[in-house]
Structures are given as C-alpha cells and as structure tokens.
C-alpha cells in the first residue's frame, strides 16, 4: 500500500513538474480562469453579467501576519478572509501579472504552498516571493480560523434568514432566563432591606461610603431645584457648567448652579459639560473597513473643537501619515502653554468608552484631563452604531470578528489617529478588562507587536488574560457544552442578542439602567457595595453595545477562552509554564544561599546521575514560552483583589516569576476587596487606582521637556527603562 502511495505521489510530482515547465501561454487561460473564480468567491457581491468590476476582489493584505483583508476594484476592504484563500488569491494574480506560472499552486487543507518554495535557505525559509511563504493558519487553537461567508446570493440570503429567525426567538428564550435569574435572585436582597426598614434600621450602613455618597446626592438635588426655581422666575442659565467639586462643595455653593438637572442619558457630551469640559467625535476607518467612534475630551478654555470635515475617517492606513503639528493650547489670552500629553482609554467587554465618564469629577476620563492629559476615548468596532464603509448590517461578513480582529485593527487604527491629531510619536494606553485582552493579543510577538513601539506605557485595569472561578457558572458551562453549530443556530452569525440594544432604546433611562445592574450583577457576580448608588442607572447607559456572536463564541464557546481560560495559551501550555516557574523559583532561592554548598551537592548529583548534562532542573528556561518580545511597552498592572471573572494575580505571577522577561513591569497594586467594576467605578478608586494612573503615564512619558506637568506630578520622577536582552 505504501508503495502505491509513493508511486502516485511521485507521478503528482512529475506531472507538476512537466506543467510548470510548459510555455505560460498554454497556461494563462487555465489561470485567469482561477483567478476569476477565486477573487468572485471573495468579492464584495457576485459580478455582474453587464461587466461591471466595482466590488471585485483583486488583492488581499496582510496588516497583520494572520489576519488578511481583500482589497476590492474600487479601493474597498472586506474583512474575514481565511488565510488560505487570501493567499490562494495573491498567487494567481501574481501569475497572472506576470504571464506565466514559475510554480504549480498545490492547496492542502489549510495551507496553500508553492513548490518553488522546497529551495530552502540555511535556516529553512523560503527563497521564494513573500507571497508564497505561508504561515500557519492561526498561531493557537485558541484562534480557529473564521468562517467564509462570501458574497451575497440567494442561498445565502436564506440561510442568513433562517439563522435570524431562529436566534431571535432562542436568544430571546435564553436572554428571559437571565432576567428571570436575576429578578429572582433579588428577592432575598429586597426582602432583607426591606424588614431592615420596617424594624428601624439603616440597610445602608453596611456600605463604606454611605455617608460620602448622601452628602453628594444632596448636593446635586439642591443645584437642581436652585436651577428649577430660577427658571420658574424667568432667571436665565447660560453660563457654562464649571462642574461638580465632590470633595469639596457644598450647598451654598453657587457657582455650581446652571450644572442642570441630574438627568441619566447615554451621552458622554452631557456628563463632560457637567463638568466644564466637552467632548468632540472623530470617526476613524480600521484596515479591514469598519469605521469606529473616537471620543477626544477637551476643556473649551483652552481647545476648539475641529471642523466637521476633519473629524471624518482619514482612510484604512496606519501609522503612514505625517502627524500633524501639535496644536497649542489656550492659556488666558496665549497660546504658548506647552501641549497636553495624550492618552488612550479602550473600554471592557459589553461596554463603551462612555462608562470613564459617569462619575462626575470623579470619572477616570475627566480626572485625566483635569490634571492635565490629552485624553482620548476609543470605542470598538460595531458600538452603538455598526458602521462598515461597504458591508450593511444584515451581512453576515460584518459580524464575522473576535478578539483578535478587535487587537490587530481596532487598536492601532485609533492609536494611529490619536497620534495623527495630536502630533506625538508616542501615547500612554489604558485599558480595562476586555481593552486590555485586546491589548494582550495585539502585542503578541505572533500579532503586532511593533504596536508596542508606539507606546509610552500599557496600564492594565482588571487585567483579563485568565479566567477567574466564575467560568465555572451553569450558564458560561451550558455555552461551553454546545458545538460551534448549536452555537451560532442559539445566538445566529449576525449581532450578538440585538435585543438588548432595541431594548436600550425603548425603555426609560432609569428602568433600562435598573434592570441592566441586576442582570450584569446576576450575571458576573458584582455588587455596587463601592460604587455611588445614585449615579448607578448613569452606569449601565453606556452598556451593552452591539458585540458579535463570533466574538461571543471566543469567549464562552467550547473552543477557546472558556475551555483554555487563557487568552494566549492552552491549557495545557500554561499548566506546564506554572509547573516550571515553581522550579525557576526554587532555583531562584538556590542561587541566594551559600554557592560553595551549592556546587558540592550539584557535583554529587552529577557523578550519581541524578542530573544529566549538567541541568539542574527539568523543564524550559525562563522566558521559553513568552508571549511578547523586545518591542512591548512598560506595563503597569492594577489587579482586583475580589475580582471573580478573571485572575489578573496570575498573570500578574507570570511577570514577577520570570515568564515574559522582555516586559517591564513599572507598577503593579493588588487592590484587596475590589471587584471586577470598582477599579473604574469604585468611590475611593480616585486615591487608590487613578493618582497612580495619573503619575505612571508622567513616569513613562519620553517626551516630558515638551509637554505640560500634570497637576500632582511635579514630584514624580522619570523612569529609565534598563537595557534590554537581544531577541
């Protein structure tokens, strides 16, 4: 039988070798055929019979070594294109560019190779066109490939339909569970508080900040009735909001009047000029085509906001555009105040950027740039608006991302636009739980990790690489139990339950915000023990926004993050490295005691056998499995003590013992009782999360002879990052 084999595989050979040696011109035909064939699989809707080309796939790209996109006839992007295919495409127009075929195309499951390609250098690679050295087709399980959705027709169109159709109403049945799960899950809570009342106890007094957050609610009914008596009286209130002073108000305090009532609506602008500052919205288009909103908080005195036509999408490149000059600030009646340093802010799972800014003064965003940052606020892909600069809500090709598409696109594409605006070669990023997942992969070695080299520092807010005990809930199990297939027949290919989002715009303000912290609460397992109670339905208007089903799926499916509960290694990798690094410690302790004690017992064990070659332990050196190299960025960690939904003190083991000896670890704090929220939302997060934030991103500024102090940091000194091993 094995003969058999070898004889056809040798045949094959011959054959390809006789084709690829025969004049192009009897193989041109056969070619642009091929190529026909594959770029209408891959174009943007199926060609027309009247030759029109506008949408047709001619190229694919490579932003990201796994993640390619399709260049259209008419400059578009299409994005989730399975890296065979867009290889596949590349070759045949490569051939057919050059008019004939140096090598025959040979396509095997997931790889496509040339076989031109067997001529190997020294070190094994390609001597070929780039476009022929295929890579893997993802670099884990943790990343299956995406599936091809191709152009829409009628099949298709049905398919889609009956997908919709029967994830509207499964969904639905699943989204009633959840709500019935919290609702009643909320009848012990209510009953207890409730009897707390009747017997004439305070059920508040419990909560640390009760008292704090009374003191405040009452300062912002009283500006509100002033402001209601005075337009009774025909008073006018045009003078802009200077904003709310929580430390330190009080009643009497008239020059906070004209704030306006203490309205709960999703809208980021509302909340920035409640405290005296404004917000502008840029729209900024990722290298696969998705246009995503960009928020940039500004105080009026001292900025303009720019024309409508500059706040557009600029195009799909990134990092390629000359910066443009920085703009000088307004200081009284100058402009010579030194620029503000910029900064990023990139939200969490379900969220958008809007949830750093509903705390008042006390908001992450507006403390930043009260103190003196640039700040900027990056909401992903989809949001509140799904928006696409050729695909239409209803393709599924829209939906057809996850966290990886998120990382490699999302992210440079709004730090490329951040430095485009504000003229800096370099900005501070901050993220918090999903951000910082995204922010994870993107600097991955396998990813991008030149995004790195853009970066003054990577502060990591509940950081989200490992899965916390609350993976192990009936319904995150039930997720995992289901195929792929039951999967996307339950949640569809489309949005991810867009119910919700119909919902948001239904229902009042206060009852949609009531019910989404019971949900969520029901849900990840958090309470708002810490959080201002009276600004908790403001909290929930900026959740949920539209997410994919696909991106869903990596989370809880049975294929990825829920199974491996990491977001960069199996399970099986990361157990291994866990077992290794108790042996690197152990090694560590070794090295501190008496050497000459050391070496006599090594020399024992050698001449034993018990440690072969001279190793002293089993297993990989330090740094084998890392996941990021030369170019990251400092990192600074704030873990949550209390925090169920993810395990930031493991990840946080991972640097202290040696597993990524190319990150620089500048600041790390286990904040002991917070939950997954309180790091952004927590009353008392401004002394323990956002002065430290505030002086890292100073630390690690490179540029700090050209930018203003920020308020606080006048003492803080500057870091000086130590030489670096050679990768």
Known sequence: MSRTKQSQHEAQVQTETTSASQPSSSLLPQTALDFARQAEKLSLHVPANDGQTDGLAVEALFPARYDPVVVTSDGARLPAVPLEEAHKLNILREQLAEGEDSAKVVVEGNLAKSASAEQKDDHGSSK??????????????????????????????????????????????????IVLGSLFTSIGPFCQRTWKQLIGQDPDAHRPFIQEERRREQLRRGQAQRLRQRRSSGGSSSRPAEGLQPSGSSDDDDENDDIGEDKTVCDVGYYARRVGLDVEELQVETEDGFVIDLWHVYDPKEYSPLPAEERMPLGPEVFTRPAKRARPTRGGDSWQQKPKFPVLLIHGLLQSAGAYCVNDD??????????????????????????????????????????????????????????????????????????????????????????GERLTVFCALAPAAYAGPLIGKMYFKFMRVITPAMFRLLFGIHAFIPIMMTSHRMLPPKMYGWLGYKVFSFLFDWTDTRWERA?????????PVYVSA??????????CFAKHKCILATKEEWRAEEREMENWSESDEEDSDDKEEQVVEMTEKKENGMVPGGQQKEGKQKGSRAWYNHQAPPFALWVCGNDRLV?????????????????????????????????????????????????????????????????????????????????
């Not at 049905?158 to 509207?168: D, E």
């Not at 966290?403 to 696109?409: A, E, L």
């Not at 600004?535 to 959740?543: E, K, T």
């Not at 990840?651 to 002991?672: A, N």
């Open 362 to 451: 006390d908001s992450l965003a507006f403390y930043l740039c009260k103190s003196g940052y640039d700040v900027w606020l990056g909401n992903n892909r989809c949001g509140f608006n799904p928006k696409h600069t050729v695909l239409k809500y209803s393709d599924p090709r829209m939906w057809c991302w996850n966290i990886r598409q998120m990382g490699v696109f999302d992210l440079p594409a709004l730090t490329s636009r951040v430095l485009y605006e504000t003229g800096f070669d370099k900005i501070g990023l901050i993220c918090h739980s999903q951000g910082t997942t995204q922010t994870l992969v993107a600097l991955a070695k396998e990813q991008r990790p030149e995004l």
């Open 550 to 559: 696909e991106s869903m799926r990596w989370w809880l499916g049975r294929e």
């Open 535 to 543: 600004l908790r339905n403001r909290m929930f208007q900026f959740a």
């Open 128 to 177: 070929g066109n780039l476009r022929t050295s295929i890579p893997p087709t993802h670099t884990n399980p943790l990343f299956p490939p995406l599936p091809l959705y191709g152009p829409p027709t009628l099949l298709r169109h049905v398919q889609c339909g009956l997908f919709r159709l029967s994830s509207f109403f499964l969904s639905l049945a699943f989204l009633q569970v």
């Open 647 to 727: 395990d930031g003190e493991k990840l946080l083991r991972r640097f202290e013992k040696g597993g990524e000896p190319h990150v620089d670890v500048v600041h790390s704090t286990v904040l002991e009782g917070y939950e997954h929220l309180d790091v952004i939302w927590a009353m008392d997060a401004v002394e323990k999360v956002f002065k430290d934030v505030r002086d890292v991103l100073w630390k690690t500024c490179h540029v700090r002879d050209q930018c203003r102090v920020p308020f606080g940091c006048e003492d803080v000194d500057e870091w000086v990052r130590p030489g670096r091993t050679e990768t």
